[in-house]
């Protein structure tokens, strides 16, 4: 990456989608490994993508102020490609259609000769001298093409993510707990964790890098099994089960939203000291925990200033 600050510049004016910072977060240079592993079990929430802003902000030293003005301002829509649809039946024009949304609104039934006609040429689908029964499969078969390239790239966390929500409806429903959505990112990154780790155990030849990776797989193994269980619990009795190590973590952020400004900044400056004595210590998992609650302080003070 040639210039970070610039592509975060750029992420801030034309983009602010929680996938796309979370993919610049991984890509810099100075970024908080700690961090990046909570980013991953992010949702995508106004709350998530304004945090998200301020820790790219802050790992490329963007004024704050700098952060105010790009974010207040609507995102602009860059490199859209726009189809030069004719007017249909009715007369009206779809301006700024980009061509993959024209495609994907593709109907062979319901679409305009006009329109398709039009769509076709933007594809560079020959149109001269040939008759609708002639273009209309060419299009057909461009719109798959499409979806099958659409759904190629969904990410693996997002597949999951819509068979549990297959698995579990109560997670579509708009009164389903905002702590289960999130339990949804952490099971799925935990069943990866633990994916990728578990093979690693038969490569390893010293008993302590064996021993400390033994820990993490199981750690995930057991994070895994606790989700389900909340999920399994909700999903029986309706009720919320509590007991996943998640449900600690929101409770102390929630602690910290409610704090007076005076006391944020005392909290901020206890979490830092507290972060560098655990680090000598090497207890890493506190650590892991305390840079999420200092991130999210730092957050909710830079929303107040």
């Avoid at 001298?129 to 390239?149: G, H, S, Y």
């Avoid at 993510?161 to 099971?187: G, W």
């Avoid at 655990?278 to 929303?303: C, F, I, P, R, S």
């Amino acid at each position: 990456m040639k210039d970070p600050k610039a592509e975060v510049i750029h992420y801030l004016k034309h983009d602010r989608t929680l996938l796309g910072g979370r993919n610049l977060y991984n890509q810099l240079p100075t970024k908080n490994l700690a961090l990046q592993r909570q980013m991953a079990r992010w949702t995508d929430s106004a709350i998530n993508i304004e945090r998200l802003c301020y820790e790219l902000a802050k790992a490329v030293g963007l004024e704050q102020r700098l952060l105010k003005i790009y974010t207040q301002n609507p995102v602009v829509q860059i490199n859209a490609i726009e189809v030069d649809i004719d007017t249909d039946d009715t007369g009206s024009k779809d301006d700024g259609t980009t061509l993959d949304d024209a495609l994907l609104a593709f109907d062979t039934e319901n679409t305009k000769w006009n329109t398709g006609k039009a769509l076709a040429k933007a594809l560079g689908i020959k149109t001269s001298r040939r008759k609708k029964n002639e273009i209309w499969p060419d299009l057909e078969e461009a719109r798959r093409a499409l979806v099958a390239k659409q759904l190629a790239e969904i990410p693996g966390e997002v597949k999951a993510s819509i068979k549990l929500r297959d698995q579990f409806p109560f997670l579509r429903e708009k009164d389903c707990p905002d702590s289960l959505k999130l339990l949804v990112n952490e099971l799925i990154t935990s069943y990866e964790d633990f994916k990728d780790n578990q093979p690693k155990l038969h490569d390893l030849l010293q008993d302590d890098e064996a021993k400390a990776l033994v820990d993490v797989v199981l750690k995930d193994y057991i994070e895994n099994k606790q989700a389900w269980a909340e999920l399994e619990h909700y999903n029986t009795t309706g009720q919320v089960l509590g007991e996943h190590p998640l449900f600690e973590i929101l409770e102390e952020k929630e602690r910290i939203t409610r704090l007076e400004t005076p006391d944020l900044a005392k909290e901020i400056k206890n979490l830092e000291n507290n972060i560098g004595r655990n680090k000598k210590k090497g207890n890493t998992e506190l650590v892991d925990k305390q840079e999420q609650y200092l991130a999210h302080a730092q957050a909710e003070l830079a929303k107040r200033s």
